[in-house]
């Protein structure tokens, strides 16, 4: 060791000396190498961009060559959408449809409540009181005691400690998920999600996983895939939330998801549920609070669950209630609430009132029941036409047992059997999706919405038509 | 074609925020005169602009003083403290915690929120919870009532004492005409359509949700907007948020102010558009980014854009700021991008005849590629619209998600907008006077409240009048004070705000009588003694051409 560090040394003395004899010619061409070796070792050898010196006449010319799409295409003057149906008067059970008068099968207002008097009193007394807007959002004075006491009361139909109200049924669920689960969160969600699931899902920038529709096994499949990957990073474990996002029964498939197992899994492997609820809510159970009473589970199982007020209690707007742990962090983080002019308390008063029916009449829902299920026995067996859906939801799909080819000939088929059945007084209506912009766009159908206002003859007149409509369309 | 923004370097100045010369006033950023007779940036704006303005664009910001800016930071540097200090205890269970908790069953879930999150809710917002969601019980019109309720353990809980505080002079509301009634032709067409229709309507636009009163609603609106058609939906949020992913995605570039609100932010995010944000009102920041964009294209594949859409606002509530619409369709014809224009605040509240920011500069409506606005605020009612072009609407009525997933709009409400519109309009037989008496409140009570010297932000015509209070103790306590003054006010502070210009925001209604507005503005000058508002450090050389008569304007001049 000790001869080496001399040795070294050494040689170092020997350096200078040889530099103290090298003649300056050498030095200086030394001098200049060291210079270059520095210099390359500095400059950038390679450029990371072209330049693009535009001269600003270029720059003129490129914006005036530039030339963008129009704003909108043009839409085909015979697109289907293009021409809505018109309702003259008030779209209840008998309802006038460009300038026919028909039975409603198309408005989701399961239980009658848009026509009910008791419930248009209510509006008209508050009507009286407040006027129609709020004039601004919850925070500003738009906080009315109406949506105090339907907030309150809302959360006792369900048994939840809390609920907050939404001004419109497709922002509440589309709110409530992005303030919940952020960027880098995982999302499980049921692929036949209707669209506000969809775009809550987006806003909130979350990692979407779908699964096959009510296949728990995928699920899992799922379920345990994250496990893995979790075990591998616990550290970004431990901050990753995890939900599953489904609907109790399903706007697009008319059938329900398969709750206890969901709970299972959801303490298996510690995902949050949330439940959407706009067509169960009012229709499924035995006092109408929806799935979790429809199977008997614990509300306070499922960590939120949304519905709108807009199906069953005839009114608009949505909600939200499950534990004030969970919902009070809506009233500064969704969307939806804070930002949004609240709720105009005639619809407010309108769903109180609305609540106060369903409580008072709990035998409303078997009548819903037994009607629905009147109906979709009645439908079975139409040459062409099959029933998706469970037989006690309330809406039901007719779907072509065989496509016809294209989705748009399919569609053209269908309208063909809803304008017959709208010609002979059963109005009737297409199940409408924004084609390219549903995840997983579910197959055209015909959508038979049941309510408790249509007697058992008009039930059967309606099966029997659809059935007379399919044979002379389809065959 | 002078390009808009020169004034700036014309007047030898340095572009200040705002798009506008500053040279009169350092402390000035939008070329707001106030009287002075000397300084002539007002003049510079309409000669460089090439007349782009029809009448005097006077807006202004004054700058924070420094000693309040500092002081603030300190204020905040407090509380913050104190809440390391609280939350401390409350882990030590020093002090019981007050927070609602995680069921027992799931306490080995990931936690739901991260700790940090609600630092600022538990720790300041908590302070001054009582400053919001006050419950009221009577129409929100020019005066109303209030529930009053009252706290035991710091706001974390609030109790109602059964008792109603009458007659509260409200400030808060967004009711600009004053059609927040609960009777007269609105109402009782409103309860006609109810009684008849119904509350709800139960389906989509698309399927079975069409009522004729929607049909006539849309007509009517695009008469009054003066656009080909118009469409409207249930919700004035969901209208950006759900529509402007129907116009705009992939390949196309959004610029947007910087001060848009939330929804518009929504509906950008969700469109799957590139989006480039502009500062407030900066139409130099604007045509840069125009520039850039079409000369460089998209970043990465470099292909032009597919098409550039600019979002802006009619008034910014926040800052009651008016968008410099002629300047930015001046900039939207160059560079041939289109605009998206949110009247949420302006329509109905501003121009002479109540038709919104494009009647206010005497502008084309056909301009404007997208005319959005809300019926929740100058019509009393709830929801909002879209008016544009036939092809347009034939395309949104197509693919607008509202119209296809959500639930159409209720009739009565419907109705009270039809009612209200025709009102404007002056086709029920009464006049634009609503429309006048709005104009006629705003600038007398911002004209007042700046020579009492308080900061007041934005355009002297704006009905949003934004009065700074900067520190975070003065938020709870202006709201408080002017409660116990019987007058409802709207105090804003972080995150709504930046986080150093907390400020109080009044709402002027055509509701308000010359009486309200003097108490309010009596009690303000009394309570921005007592809390030591008055920041401003130009003083007001009084004006001459008042609307109201001298008496008053004397009294509280002393």
Redesign the interface.
């Known amino acids: 060791m000790a001869a080496a560090g001399m040795g070294q040394q050494w040689v170092l003395v020997e350096m200078v000396q040889a530099f103290y004899e090298a003649p300056a010619y050498h030095l200086i061409l030394e001098g200049i190498l060291i210079l270059w070796i520095i210099r390359l070792l500095f400059s950038k050898t390679y450029k990371l961009q072209e330049r693009?010196d535009?001269t600003p006449k270029e720059?003129e010319e490129?914006?005036e060559e530039?030339?963008?799409?129009?704003?909108?295409?043009?839409?085909p003057k015979d697109?289907p959408?293009?021409n809505?149906?018109?309702?003259?008067?008030?779209?209840?059970h008998i309802?006038t449809?460009n300038g026919k008068e028909c039975i409603?099968f198309?408005?989701?207002?399961f239980l009658g409540l848009?026509?009910?008097e008791k419930?248009?009193t209510a509006?008209?007394a508050s009507?009286?009181?407040?006027?129609?807007?709020?004039?601004?959002p919850?925070?500003?004075?738009?906080?009315?005691?109406v949506?105090?006491e339907l907030e309150e009361r809302l959360a006792k139909f369900m048994r939840t400690e809390e609920a907050i109200l939404y001004?419109?049924?497709?922002?509440t669920i589309a709110s409530a998920i992005p303030a919940?689960s952020k960027r880098g969160d995982i999302v499980f969600v049921d692929e036949a999600a209707?669209?506000?699931i969809q775009?809550g899902l987006?806003?909130s920038r979350s990692n979407i996983k779908l699964f096959k529709h009510n296949d728990m096994a995928d699920l899992e499949r799922l379920l345990k895939e994250q496990e893995t990957e979790d075990q591998k990073n616990p550290r970004k474990?431990?901050?990753?939330?995890?939900f599953i996002v489904v609907e109790g029964l399903y706007m697009n498939t008319g059938d329900i998801c398969p709750l206890p197992e969901l709970i299972k899994l959801k303490?298996k492997y510690?995902?949050?549920i949330f439940l959407e609820e706009s067509l169960s809510f009012g229709v499924l159970g035995e006092h109408g609070r929806g799935i979790t009473e429809h199977f008997g589970i614990n509300i306070?199982d499922i960590d939120l669950i949304s519905a709108?007020?807009?199906?069953s209690?005839?009114?608009?707007g949505g909600f939200c209630c499950g534990?004030?742990?969970?919902i009070?962090?809506q009233?500064?983080s969704g969307?939806?609430y804070?930002?949004?002019?609240s709720?105009?308390p005639?619809?407010a008063a309108?769903a109180i009132e609305a609540l106060n029916i369903m409580e008072d009449n709990p035998d409303i829902f078997q009548t819903l029941r037994a009607k629905c299920e009147r109906i979709h026995k009645a439908l079975q067996g139409i040459s062409g036409l099959k029933v998706v859906g469970e037989s006690f939801s309330p809406a039901l799909h007719l779907q072509l047992e065989e496509s016809c080819g294209s989705r748009e000939n399919d569609v053209k088929l269908l309208k063909r059997v809803v304008d017959y059945c709208m010609n002979s007084g059963i109005?009737l209506?297409?199940?409408?999706?924004?084609e390219k912009?549903e995840k997983c766009l579910p197959p055209p159908s015909i959508?038979v919405v049941i309510t408790v206002e249509q007697t058992e003859q008009e039930l059967d007149k309606a099966a029997s038509l659809i059935k007379e409509a399919a044979q002379s369309v389809l065959n | 074609m002078e390009r808009p923004g020169r004034a700036a370097a014309a007047a030898g100045a340095q572009p200040r925020a705002n798009g506008c010369s500053g040279a009169a006033h350092g402390a000035l950023r939008n070329g707001y005169v106030r009287g002075l007779p000397a300084h002539d940036t007002q003049v510079n704006h309409i000669v460089h602009n090439g007349g782009l303005y029809k009448r005097p664009f006077n807006e202004a910001f004054e700058e924070t003083p420094m000693l309040v800016a500092v002081l603030t930071y300190v204020g905040y540097g407090v509380l913050t403290l104190f809440g390391y200090l609280r939350d401390f205890m409350r882990q030590w269970k020093i002090e019981k915690c007050q927070n609602a908790t995680e069921r027992e069953e799931q306490k080995d879930f990931v936690p739901l929120y991260q700790d940090f999150e609600n630092f600022y809710t538990r720790n300041l917002y908590m302070r001054i919870r009582d400053s919001w969601n006050r419950p009221i019980c009577s129409v929100p019109g020019a005066k109303v009532d209030m529930m009053e309720r009252v706290s035991h353990d710091y706001n974390w809980t609030f109790t109602y004492t059964g008792r109603v505080i009458k007659d509260i002079i409200n400030m808060g509301s967004y009711n600009y005409l004053g059609f927040a009634q609960n009777a007269g032709t609105c109402q009782e067409a409103a309860a006609k359509v109810l009684s008849q229709y119904g509350a709800g309507v139960c389906s989509t636009r698309q399927e079975m949700g069409n009522l004729d009163k929607h049909e006539e609603l849309e007509k009517l609106v695009a008469r009054f907007l003066g656009v080909e058609s118009a469409m409207a939906y249930g919700m004035g949020f969901a209208t950006n948020s759900m529509n402007i992913p129907a116009l705009v995605g992939k390949g196309c570039l959004i610029l947007s102010d910087e001060l848009n609100h939330a929804s518009l932010v929504l509906g950008a995010r969700l469109s799957g558009a590139t989006i480039r944000i502009f500062k407030h009102n900066n139409m130099q920041s604007l045509e840069k980014l125009l520039k850039d964009a079409i000369v460089h294209g998209q970043p990465r594949t470099r292909r032009p854009w597919k098409k550039i859409l600019i979002l802006v606002e009619g008034i910014y509530s926040m800052e009651g700021s008016i968008v410099r619409l002629p300047e930015v369709i001046a900039l939207k014809k160059k560079y041939k991008s289109y605009l998206y224009l949110d009247e949420a605040h302006s329509i109905g509240a501003l121009g002479p005849s109540g038709r919104g920011v494009v009647d206010y500069f005497g502008l084309n409506p056909e301009d404007v590629d997208i005319m959005m606005g809300t019926f929740t605020k100058s019509f009393g009612a709830a929801g909002g619209y879209i008016g544009g072009k036939k092809e347009l609407i034939d395309y949104l009525r197509t693919y607008s998600h509202s119209a296809v997933y959500a639930t159409s709009m209720s009739p009565p409400v419907v109705e009270q907008i039809i009612t209200s519109v025709k009102c404007i309009m002056g086709e029920d037989g009464t006049t634009v006077a609503r429309v006048q008496q709005l104009a006629e409140n705003t600038r007398y009570f911002r004209r007042r409240l700046k020579e009492m010297g308080f900061i007041i932000y934005g355009n002297e015509d704006s009905p949003v009048v934004p009065l700074m209070l900067y520190m975070p103790a003065k938020i709870g306590a202006f709201g408080r004070e002017m409660l116990k003054r019987n007058i409802g006010v709207v105090v804003v502070g972080f995150p709504a705000t930046p986080i150093i210009e907390s400020r109080a925001r009044f709402c002027l209604s055509a509701a308000h009588t010359k009486e309200m507005l003097d108490r309010a503005l009596k009690e303000i000058d009394e309570v921005g003694d007592l809390l030591q508002l008055k920041y401003s450090r130009h003083r007001l050389v009084p004006i001459l051409d008042r609307p109201f008569d001298e008496t008053t304007y004397e009294e509280t001049e002393d």
């Open positions: 693009s535009l720059k490129l914006i530039w030339q963008p799409e129009p704003l909108v295409p043009p839409v697109h959408a293009l809505y149906n018109i309702v003259s008067g008030p779209p209840t309802i449809v409603n198309a408005s989701f207002n848009l026509d009910n419930v248009k509006a008209q009507l009286k009181k407040y006027g129609v807007g709020t004039c601004g919850r925070g500003f004075y738009g906080t009315f005691d949506h105090l001004s419109y049924g497709f922002a919940y209707c669209f506000a775009k987006q806003a474990a431990r901050v990753t939330r995890r303490y510690k995902v949050r306070d709108n007020m807009e199906n209690l005839a009114s608009i534990r004030s742990f969970i009070d962090h009233r500064l969307q939806g804070c930002f949004s002019a709720l105009p005639l619809l309108a109005a209506t297409q199940a409408c999706y924004l912009e959508r």
